[in-house]
């Protein structure tokens, strides 16, 4: 199983921008499809984005359509997510996942997942 750490999360005001970052180790960083997923108290983990190993593909949640993007780099084992024009209901926790069976969005196709890091968005 790959280890995720993911980094960059803080605090911003609303229409600022944040670089989140995921590094991999212990595994085939080209085996997985590489996602994120974000999660506030109460709430079911939600689908954020994903990007396919080559990073050919990408597959954004319709809340953050056109102000995130997520890339990859392979020779660094890291996938990144750049979170531009972020509103207060961006906050949560961001968590970094690994997927060897990727399918659509759900949490289930991921089988390795990172620690989490914190956003917040302030109005």
């Known amino acids: 199983q790959v280890q995720l750490v993911e980094s960059g999360g803080g605090l911003v005001q609303a229409g600022g921008s944040l670089r989140l970052s995921c590094a991999a180790s212990?595994?085939?960083?080209?085996?997985?499809?590489m996602g994120w997923f974000r999660q506030t108290p109460g709430k079911e983990r939600e689908f954020v984005v994903a990007?396919?190993?080559?990073?050919?593909?990408?597959y954004y949640g319709n809340s953050v359509k056109g102000r995130f993007t997520i890339s990859r780099d392979n020779a660094k084992n890291t996938v990144d997510l750049q979170m531009n024009s972020l509103k207060p209901e961006d906050t949560a926790v961001y968590y970094c996942?690994?997927?060897?069976?990727?399918?659509?969005?759900?949490?289930?196709?991921?089988?390795?997942w990172g620690q989490g890091t914190q956003v917040t968005v302030s109005s």
């Open positions: 990007i396919s190993w080559s990073g050919a593909s990408t």
């Open positions: 212990g595994g085939t960083f080209t085996s997985y499809t």
């Open positions: 996942a690994a997927s060897r069976v990727f399918v659509s969005g759900s949490s289930a196709d991921f089988g390795s």
